[in-house]
């Protein structure tokens, strides 16, 4: 399934059912359904939240600065001969890494300065820097896509949202938006294995990507959940 319908229906459902359940809407816990319904995917090469969180402009400005930094390293005299021409070499063969390796290890440094300055923007920077550990190390579709997952990630913002004024409603947000994602790629032809080692596979084989059958049912999940939302939030 693509990352536009499961943003829309993730969230549109999520935010739907919390405000049917008398629960308030905070601007966190909207940010929380949106990033939730992306976030399974986010060990896909292609993951749109990881696109959008480093950008191709921001890899290639790091590319440039770490050859620039190679070139300064073996002029610089800071190391002797040979080991200046080792230093450039090592700094230098970093930039030519996979875009997604590249990814990966800015992510990694961005985890590691949130964990630093972890008191500055509690609980955010804690949630944000589990999310980008986990995203660059877990294997391609590995652990996100099980209940397993869901558990962790609601249990997480759980955990951390007390020191929040309106955070009480964050985890059900979180874990709900989640939860709809594995829903509906159960629909897929690809589906998902919810608790391994347990060989069952939730696969409904509705919408196989790519074909006209399969984008029409995602189409119409899209519209029944802008449906559900029309009703809810105008009409109710
Ligand atoms: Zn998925």
Same mark, same amino acid.
């Given at each position: 399934?693509?990352?536009?319908?499961?943003?829309?229906?993730?969230?549109?459902?999520?935010?739907?059912?919390?405000?049917?359940?008398?629960?308030?809407?905070?601007?966190?816990?909207?940010? &929380?359904?949106?990033?939730?319904?992306?976030?399974?995917?986010?060990?896909?090469?292609?993951?749109?939240? &990881?696109?959008?969180?480093?950008?191709?402009?921001?890899?290639?400005?790091?590319?440039?600065?770490?050859?620039?930094?190679? *070139? =300064?390293?073996?002029?610089?005299?800071?190391?002797?001969?040979?080991?200046?021409?080792?230093?450039?070499?090592?700094? %230098?063969? #970093?930039?030519?890494?996979?875009?997604?390796?590249?990814?990966?290890?800015?992510?990694?440094? *961005?985890?590691?300065?949130?964990?630093?300055?972890?008191?500055?923007?509690?609980?955010?920077?804690?949630?944000?820097?589990? #999310?980008? #550990? /986990?995203?660059?190390?877990?294997?391609?579709?590995?652990?996100? !896509?099980?209940? =397993?997952?869901?558990? %962790?990630?609601?249990?997480?913002?759980?955990? &951390?949202?007390?020191?929040?004024?309106? %955070?009480?409603?964050?985890?059900?947000?979180?874990?709900?938006? =989640? %939860?709809? !994602?594995?829903?509906?790629?159960?629909?897929?032809?690809?589906?998902?294995?919810?608790?391994?080692?347990?060989? /069952?596979? @939730?696969?409904?084989? @509705?919408?196989?990507?790519?074909?006209?059958?399969?984008?029409? /049912?995602?189409?119409?999940?899209?519209?029944?959940?802008?449906?559900?939302?029309? =009703?809810?939030?105008?009409? #109710?």
């Amino acid at each position: 399934m693509m990352g536009k319908s499961h943003l829309v229906i993730s969230t549109g459902v999520t935010l739907s059912a919390m405000s049917l359940l008398g629960l308030q809407i905070t601007i966190p816990a909207v940010a &929380v359904a949106v990033v939730s319904s992306l976030l399974p995917d986010i060990d896909e090469p292609n993951s749109m939240l &990881v696109r959008t969180a480093v950008p191709e402009s921001l890899l290639r400005i790091l590319q440039v600065s770490l050859i620039g930094a190679a *070139i =300064y390293l073996y002029f610089a005299g800071i190391a002797e001969p040979p080991w200046n021409i080792a230093l450039a070499l090592l700094v %230098g063969s #970093v930039s030519f890494l996979p875009s997604r390796r590249l990814r990966h290890l800015v992510m990694l440094l *961005i985890a590691l300065a949130l964990f630093a300055f972890a008191d500055a923007y509690d609980p955010w920077n804690y949630i944000a820097a589990c #999310v980008l #550990v /986990v995203a660059s190390v877990v294997p391609h579709r590995g652990i996100t !896509h099980t209940l =397993y997952a869901v558990a %962790g990630w609601g249990a997480l913002l759980y955990f &951390v949202s007390p020191g929040m004024e309106d %955070g009480g409603s964050l985890w059900i947000a979180g874990s709900l938006s =989640y %939860g709809l !994602h594995l829903l509906a790629d159960s629909l897929t032809q690809r589906g998902i294995t919810p608790l391994p080692p347990i060989p /069952v596979k @939730l696969r409904l084989k @509705l919408m196989s990507t790519g074909t006209k059958k399969g984008s029409a /049912v995602e189409k119409v999940c899209v519209m029944l959940t802008l449906a559900l939302a029309v =009703y809810v939030f105008v009409l #109710v």
